[in-house]
């Protein structure tokens, strides 16, 4: 009997090599998972993953990030463009480095979506404690700063030996596979343990394909669900990101042209079905559409495919309110599926839909049910095109760059946003027009992930346009992958709007009594509040200052004209804009159902006073279900 044959590498060598060779297979279509990796480099890493990653270049790319939560950002982005098929990892060092890891996690767990993150750690010999930036923790000799990572991480673990490497990684690689269970994965990774050699099995390194399951709807399951859609009088369907990642859109087409029942989508799901299908009533929620709102309210039967029902999806408890309503829930979690005391549909979206479709053959809701939510998608699309209206020579709204963008974009295009006021104007004005051009992450709504997320998608998408939407708010968080952008050639399209603040918590501050406290961009005032002028920022002279070419607009002709030449630039391109923020001609469209946001139960202050008053009108009309 011969030893099975080894290869001497280190640590880090072995995982750049193992990760290169692992693959993902989903309907027949093979791509590789781990398709690059992102890093800052310091102490920590840059003599183990470093010289990995300079030993291997022919297998794994590299991209130079400026800052760790960017380049996790990056990750996610390009992630969710691959349907969750492929993959980045992202390497820090020890300290600082990893911390600032924690929030890019938070948001890719959040949301289902797959990113590696490799973090430098302190030694696991414990020859140099405390090494710099090592957190000394007295009553635990095993801590370090990486323990952050693990709330946030689906799967955690720390290398302390080359051996634990081998099940660790196929570990790292089950859970970003998983459609389940997929998140962040951290595998950190001590730096006297990356430069450690050790004689590897050479299988470990062998191709391996991981099939993407779409499992199968058990078969009572299908039969109780369709049994509840054909005695429903008003359906709705809630369409969330479960589609987008199962690729659903068409079975979801389908079921809804066969059937009749309308379509509401949550911001992940956005894009389900394309915004001029008959069935689609548009988003869903605090943030939605009145048509679907009313729909909402009056249904009998909601129908959830890969929805976690969140707050602003079922206006905090408050808009499912028909005394007989009832949920079914088609969700490949199970956890998410049970949500709402719903029968479950446990599988994949679109072969559960796909089979829903085929046992409703024949059944379509009443023909005055279509009748009434398509008038009432008419008169919504009315007020969009009111919102949108705008003379040449005016300054723009906020509504009104959008309608400019949504003047000149083509189906290729793709649309990058994730907080402020955006994401709520997005979800109720914004006309999709193919299923992954809505890219709107708002599970997490973190400030700052517009622009990184953007090159992800780019990467992901390189023949396609995409723009980053971003307020001045989220602008300032965050532009450093502008860097990132210039020196790769990475065409990301850019929208600064300014508007002197936090718009979006400022109308909030107002509405619950907090008099928009602390959200304005302005000078400190006499009496010691924010009130003096608006501060002079230029941040289209921030992102020139970055090599970034920037084109000023100030009136909504100059505006179209910006974003036409944007769009047809071959590198990353800025348009600013300062918007109009008088309410009496923003042209908004204020929200069309509740969100919880517990008010002060007492105060001195009249506008927290009323706004109590308020919240407590609200807050009774809260539904839950048994």
Not at 214 to 219: E, K, L, M, N
Not at 298 to 322: E, K, M, N, P, Q
Not at 388 to 399: E, L, M
Request: net charge neutral; proline share 6%; with cysteine.
């Amino acid at each position: 009997m011969t030893d099975a044959p080894t290869v001497r590498l280190t640590v880090a060598q072995a995982l750049i090599r193992f990760l290169s060779r692992q693959y993902t297979e989903r309907d027949g279509v093979r791509q590789r998972l781990v398709a690059a990796t992102w890093g800052i480099f310091g102490h920590g890493n840059v003599a183990g993953i470093g010289q990995a990653l300079v030993e291997h270049a022919d297998e794994m790319p590299f991209h130079q990030g400026r800052n760790e939560q960017a380049m996790v950002h990056a990750a996610v982005g390009y992630a969710r463009q691959c349907e969750r098929l492929s993959v980045h990892a992202v390497t820090t060092s020890i300290g600082p480095g990893a911390t600032n890891l924690v929030t890019g996690a938070a948001l890719a767990t959040v949301n289902h979506l797959p990113v590696l993150l490799l973090p430098g750690d302190t030694f696991a010999t414990r020859r140099a404690d405390p090494v710099l930036q090592q957190l000394e923790v007295p009553f635990a000799g095993d801590v370090s700063v990486n323990d952050c990572l693990r709330p946030v991480s689906r799967y955690f673990d720390r290398i302390g030996r080359p051996e634990a490497l081998v099940p660790a990684a196929l570990e790292a690689v089950r859970v970003l596979t998983d459609p389940a269970q997929t998140g962040a994965v951290t595998l950190a990774l001590p730096q006297d343990v990356q430069a450690e050699a050790y004689d590897w099995p050479a299988e470990f390194f062998a191709t391996r394909v991981w099939r993407i399951r779409r499992p199968v709807p058990d078969a009572g399951e299908l039969a109780d669900a369709a049994q509840a859609v054909r005695a429903a009088r008003r359906p709705l369907l809630v369409a969330g990101g479960g589609v987008r990642h199962s690729a659903a859109q068409g079975a979801l087409r389908d079921f809804a042209t066969r059937t009749g029942v309308p379509v509401a989508s949550t911001q992940a799901g956005k894009g389900a079905l394309p915004h001029d299908h008959p069935a689609d009533v548009g988003g869903i929620g605090h943030t939605g559409t009145a048509t679907a709102d009313d729909l909402a309210r009056g249904a009998d039967l909601v129908i959830g495919v890969g929805t976690r029902y969140t707050d602003f999806t079922t206006a905090s408890g408050t808009l499912f309110t028909d005394p007989g309503v009832r949920f079914v829930n088609v969700n490949i979690a199970p956890f998410d599926a049970h949500k709402q005391s719903a029968r479950t549909v446990v599988g994949d979206a679109r072969e559960a839909l796909t089979a829903l479709s085929a046992l409703l053959d024949g059944h379509r809701v009443p023909a005055a049910y279509v009748d009434a939510y398509t008038r009432a998608k008419a008169d919504w699309e009315a007020r969009v095109d009111a919102a949108y209206a705008a003379p040449d020579t005016v300054r723009p709204t906020q509504t009104q760059v959008l309608g400019a963008l949504d003047a000149l974009v083509t189906g290729d295009d793709i649309l990058v946003n994730a907080a402020g006021s955006l994401p709520g104007d997005l979800h109720k004005l914004w006309r999709t027009r193919a299923p992954d051009q809505y890219h709107v992450e708002y599970g997490y709504s973190c400030m700052g992930y517009e622009i990184p997320a953007a090159l992800g998608v780019r990467l992901a998408a390189p023949g396609r346009t995409v723009w980053a939407l971003v307020g001045d708010g989220a602008y300032l968080m965050n532009p450093t992958e502008l860097v990132t952008a210039v020196q790769e050639g990475i065409g990301i399209k850019v929208v600064i709007l300014q508007n002197h603040g936090y718009a979006s918590i400022g109308g909030l501050s107002e509405s619950v009594g907090g008099e928009r406290f602390g959200t304005a961009y302005r000078h400190r005032a006499p009496d010691g509040g924010f009130t003096g002028d608006p501060l002079p920022v230029d941040l289209a002279a921030n992102a020139a200052s970055l090599r970034v070419p920037v084109l000023r607009a100030q009136t909504v002709g100059d505006l179209r004209k910006s974003l036409a030449r944007a769009r047809a630039a071959d590198g990353p391109t800025c348009v600013y804009v300062e918007t109009e923020t008088d309410d009496t001609v923003s042209g908004a469209i204020g929200a069309q159902a509740w969100w919880d946001v517990p008010v002060a139960e007492t105060a001195s202050r009249p506008a927290a006073v009323r706004a109590h008053q308020e919240y407590v009108r609200q807050a009774a009309a809260r539904k839950r279900p048994l």
